[in-house]
Structures are given as structure tokens and as C-alpha cells.
Nanobody, 123 residues
Framework: QVQLVESGGGLVQAGGSLRLSCTAS????????IGWFRQAPGKEREFVAA????????MSADSVKGRFTISRDNAKNTVYLQMNSLNVEDTADYYC????????????????WGQGTQVTVSS
């Protein structure tokens, strides 16, 4: 089992950047692929990006490709989501979650979730 805590959200102007962190407790962090999801008001939770257990492989949604980068530091039990060129459509609550494979994109495929961090992009 792993417990996840997100941080780094906030208010930013369009075109700006934020870096989200997902920090895990427990000694099994490197056994899990980690994904980032987001949920805007009135919308379903959607996949953003995911990274493999070692950090050597990653994938992201088309909507964030070229703007968001996922990375991880297993020594720090932390996964990062660097978000650049933010636009108002990126406004959402962002969640990190743990799964057995980084190629998974469905919410139900992720077993453990953090509480989320809010990102608001103003125009």
C-alpha cells in the first residue's frame, strides 16, 4: 500500500508555469507506476500523464503533450508534473495515483489516490 500527497497547486496566469509534486509514504513507492489525472468542475476525471516505476518511460495525453513533463525521483519518493504554457482549459483539481503499469489511462485502473491539489489558470 502507498499513501500519496499532492502539492504545488495554485493560481497562475495564462502562459505561466507550475510544478506539482506527488510525495509518497511507504517503502514500496518504486514498485508503482504513477499517473496524474485532473478533474475540472462538472467534468469527468481525465488522464494527464504517467511514468513507469523506474522513470525511464512516460506517456501523456494529447492535450498536454509538449507542455507538461512528468518525472520522478525514487530516492525522494516523489513524482513531479512540470506544467508550462498553461491555459484556462488546464484549470482543474489535479490528482496523482498509483498503478502497476504506466500505460494505464483509466481511473478504475489506479488503486491508490492522493487528495488532489487545485490549479487555477486565469486569462
Amino acid at each position: 500500500q502507498v499513501q500519496l500527497v499532492e502539492s504545488g497547486g495554485g493560481l497562475v496566469q495564462a502562459g505561466g508555469s507550475l510544478r506539482l509534486s506527488c510525495t509518497a509514504s511507504g517503502r514500496t513507492f518504486s514498485s508503482y507506476a504513477i499517473g496524474w489525472f485532473r478533474q475540472a468542475p462538472g467534468k469527468e476525471r481525465e488522464f494527464v500523464a504517467a511514468i513507469s516505476r523506474s522513470g525511464s518511460s512516460a506517456m501523456s495525453a494529447d492535450s498536454v503533450k509538449g507542455r507538461f513533463t512528468i518525472s520522478r525521483d525514487n530516492a525522494k519518493n516523489t513524482v513531479y508534473l512540470q506544467m508550462n504554457s498553461l491555459n484556462v482549459e488546464d484549470t482543474a483539481d489535479y490528482y496523482c495515483a498509483a498503478a502497476r503499469a504506466y500505460t494505464l489511462k483509466e481511473v478504475h485502473e489506479y488503486a491508490y489516490w492522493g487528495q488532489g491539489t487545485q490549479v487555477t489558470v486565469s486569462s
